[in-house]
């Protein structure tokens, strides 16, 4: 049964057919559904008696190039530190995000700007969707390695529909504050992905144990991701807050705290390294904790110095959960997380979030003036005080959580479906599963492919 | 009379006369012609009473920043998947484009914006030299690995006027629309290079087919050619329409049929390649289609959906130009198109020329409202019916191939000058024909150069 | 006692300790005294009853990201280039500049930006805390591969301070322009690190020769770090220069001269190239000349003939400097320059400064009209003569050098320090003194280091 024809024409074609299937129902949607805004639509922007200077694109597009390059230039080359994974690494991340930002664009649609039976569309929602994206990513690398692009692309489906979900439930029911998502996008994604990889978890996984490292030019590619997910960030927390100063204050935040966390990242690593040496890994992922951990209170008047110390807990913290945890949660928790995400982006999320109802329990008329309005406005409208957007907030990250793991595990049984086409355990991290790989060396012949056969369809 | 030393002489002296000649020759002609105009002259500007805020550079400098990466971070890096070609991928785009931009500086100047005896430049000039150039960069896809650079520079010094003129007949005489240029930079610069490829024609060219493939790691520098071309693509597209609405609609529509196109790429990579695997020339190349095939539409009410169905054809016609038309294209036109700019550039513009014409024909004053002054200004005015204006776009795309093929075709005879250095049929895709290359490991001396003189000389 | 285990813990500790130090009294002096400024904090901003539209952040925003792109990706890819530190190159760039900018807010808002007991900051602050770390990352490429971080972290410590010392004294107290740094950045990072580098001199150096040189793939890398300084160069030079016509003209003009010192630049590596071959070294560095030529001229009327003469003029110097005054400045001048940063930094930038005193001597109210006002303040408001403020100029070249010369002999002592811990002779270029580096291949084992242990103790 194993290695019949109908079972390698099955695997051929269950990729394409899947990708035809889902973008063929996003554009029927689209078709019905999807509108331009009036910042967008000839005739409606033009009937406002607008000052073309005044269209949101001059005040959200950089912002929306910078995010854009973080999910496919960042989040895309972050992953190819695997030295037989790149194609995939960084392919997967160009498909799964080219789809998640269509489907997402209708799911976040519908949820938040669906008017008289249609969604309206710009450049704000451009950057929701590329968000949204980021979080199924994020996913991604929890599993990375050791699932299929038709596997990928249905826990994209599902994740797409409880991250809308999630984030309307906290931005539009609780009234909660998330400017750069430490909830919605780093934890979400985070403990999506790391009960997912609970449920496919893999006891057989070191048959694939030597293909797991990476090699010098491969951490050198991964760097690329690193430095452009870095500078970018400023632009990542700051693409969809307040205009004036709110923009200018969370780009300022979010500056400070990912210097800080990069010195704590070196500080960590070189202390906890053996004989004092720098580890890659460290520096590839921590560093950039300090952009995660000011997700949700970079918007606020976290000053600069809480900014800069937000940002080197946040770096000291994820360093040492690549050291000590990320064994212990594959030995003990069954847990197989390729990138660490745990480290990089679910514990600065949750320290995101818990920083957030600090701040939001702090905040005062004081401090805000009429600012207060853009941050928190139903503090300013009198509808809550401080203390009890704090404990919203909280009680959002409950949420958060509660959502991620229901849908991590529900993801994990969805991807388990047998006739899905899964890398057997010999086979992971191995690009020539999915890819015609060329050898490493000029005039080599391609490499045959290295996969045992039997053991591929077994 | 080969290999005597005065011919190695004028090959040691032939790149460097060249350059300092058309340098020179340039910035005279600069010193003559070339002015600030009256957003970039300290004078004139302030003269006016203006807003700071108002001056162009503000809608404009950031889309050019993306241009400017995508002309030489995006095409650069694309072609350097060749595995002994990345020097000659990375340089020559570099100096192509280096001279491009000032030439076209001039030739554009003197087309559109010659007033009272001079040239006056900004950030429009700016964007335009750097369109101009990636055309220019499209024809050196054709040719890339067969040509030197002196012979390089000859084909930009020629295909920089034809472009002109070209631009001139259709955005000035014709009236046509073409804001990312399907027609005058995707279609030209294809069909300039396919027909001067054909020209170039080596019957012997499968001596150097060991070096025409990809190794894993040029590949992988590759896809951030890819990536970068592709998160800037709506900022290519938009980056000269109309402000306000206009640019907002164009980068929004560009979005959308990037991701569709991604999605169709990888599901016919998918179904056409062996044992069902994907095939990363497909994903490098075929998944931009899909913003070359918006360049006319993506400033016209396209709609979302026109987008997503435009972008998703764009990328299975290239995918499936990629599998079965390069070949037919050497074999049976001796077309040897190294990058395969026909599937890329060739094929998805003439599908976007025929989208314009599609796309204008059907504008009405009820869809464009007081925009159809921005997008259609001879609608707008009365002086032409949508009908005659998309008669027009359709003639616009004859004319373009016409340019494109008798100036390839002078291009071809230009480059086979008999003095002119080219590399022999076994040494082309070598970067040390023209580069002082090191080895390709640590503690390896300088490979000696294994280009057989005599064949060099011959 | 060389070799003894309290050495051996020391130098583990040593570099942990410093992050920590550094980074725990830079907190410390941010609570003190770092606030937000007016366009940042929630409730002065709103105070003013501002348009939002009107918040600096727009305007200076996207040309920070780009400044910040070049500080991180471009310097750090660039220094990319030798086969056996990469690591390090890209690693310690980014703890180098993420140090830099939180130490150099500091010393340039005590200096420019105190009052009333508190530094004010925003997105001006972030550029020129950016543009110090350029500086210090200059000084860095003199030394690259013959330091230890917590070496290179005391350097930046004691560089920042004088940094701002002399930029103090050029623009706030003799008034000198110098818009992108000429002088300030790029004459006197280079002299500050090539003073310093003399004082560190190892004359037997030649034991790491065979590790000085660069791989084909090392070299690609470097290639992106060349390109993505290249085209975000206008973008650095206009970040911080008068708002409208000033940025504009600002960036048109770095725009042309980086174009004409690349063909410059081509010309003259193929002229004195063995056998009329392209050297990499040349292209990666001498393209870039053409940035640093018109940092100070490029706000001023400099015209766009002016721009390309300069650029071309830098790059034909520059390319000249790598070919034959490099191994004269080891070999005579004992300075060990490992990156050129004099042929790119060093020459270009005194180039510039003089280039800066021709063109404001030249200035006049007829040229610059009621811009006179944004370029040279004093002699608009009749303070000074356009011959004084050359002078000035040329006076500000000296007090530069003077400052990088001084500065760069105390950081070559500092450095000197014995307990610090210093790769020996054989092990310069080499990450693994520093990091834990995986092997070339896959399937291979971590390389077992080879370093000598008796040597790296001795």
């Known amino acids: 049964m194993a290695g019949s024809p109908s079972r390698a024409a099955g695997r051929r074609l269950q990729l394409p057919l899947l990708c035809l299937f889902l973008q063929g129902a996003t554009a029927v949607l689209f078709a019905v559904f999807v509108r331009y805004n009036h910042k967008t639509d000839a005739a409606l922007w033009h009937r406002g008696n607008h000052s073309n200077a005044d269209n949101e694109f001059y005040f959200r597009y950089p912002s929306f190039q910078d995010v854009h390059a973080m999910v496919f230039v960042g989040f ?55 968000f949204c994206a980021g979080a199924v990513l994020i ?14 692309l249905l826990m994209a489906l599902l994740e797409v529909v409880l991250f809308g979900i999630n984030e309307f439930v906290l931005l539009h029911l609780l009234g909660v504050r998330d ?22 978890y893999r006891p057989q996984l070191e048959k694939s144990k030597h293909r797991q490292g990476s090699v010098y030019h491969s ?3 991964a760097m690329i991701g690193t430095i452009f997910l870095w500078i970018f960030w400023p632009s990542f927390n700051s693409a969809l807050t307040a205009l004036g100063a709110g923009q200018h204050r969370t780009a300022l935040n979010t500056y400070y705290s990912l210097a800080a966390s990069t010195l704590g990242t070196f500080a960590l690593s070189a202390l906890v390294g053996e004989d ?46 690549y050291k000590f945890f990320t064994p212990i949660l594959e030995s003990k928790f069954k847990v197989q997380d390729t990138c660490g995400v745990h480290n990089l982006h679910g514990m600065p999320g949750v320290l995101g979030a818990l920083l957030g109802v600090l701040v939001a329990g702090l905040a005062t008329h004081e401090a805000y003036g009429d600012g207060l309005e853009s941050v928190f406005p139903l503090i300013a409208e009198g509808q809550r005080s401080a203390t009890s957007q704090a404990m919203l907030q909280l009680f959002g990250l409950f949420v958060t959580l509660m959502f991620a793991s229901v849908g991590g595990g529900l993801g994990g049984l969805l991807l388990k479906l047998p006739f899905l086409d899964s890398p057997p355990d010999s086979q992971c991290y191995e690009d020539q599963v999915h890819w015609q790989v060329p050898g490493e060396h000029e005039d080599e012949a391609q490499r045959p492919l290295r996969v045992e056969e039997a053991d591929t369809q077994a």
């Open 76 to 130: 895309g080359f972050l992953m190819v530190f695997l030295q037989r994974y790149g194609f995939s690494s960084v392919g997967f991340t160009f498909l799964l995000a080219a789809f998640a930002l269509q489907w997402s664009t209708l799911v976040q649609g519908f949820l938040h700007s669906f008017h008289s039976g249609h969604i309206h569309v710009g450049v704000e929602s451009m950057i929701n969707a590329d």
């Open 139 to 152: 996913s991604f690398g929890a599993v990375l390695g050791k699932t299929g692009p038709a596997q990928l």
């Open 179 to 200: 400017a750069g998502g430490s909830m919605t996008i780093h934890t979400f994604g985070a403990y999506f992905g790391l009960v997912l990889s609970r449920v496919l």
């Open 219 to 221: 951490d050198l590619f």
């Open 276 to 321: 004092g040496r720098l580890d890659m890994v460290h520096i590839q992922n921590a560093a950039l904790a300090g952009g995660v951990v000011v997700g949700t209170s970079s918007e606020m008047m976290l000053t600069p110095f809480g900014a800069l110390a937000a940002g080197f807990l946040a770096g000291t913290v994820s360093t040492l959960g």
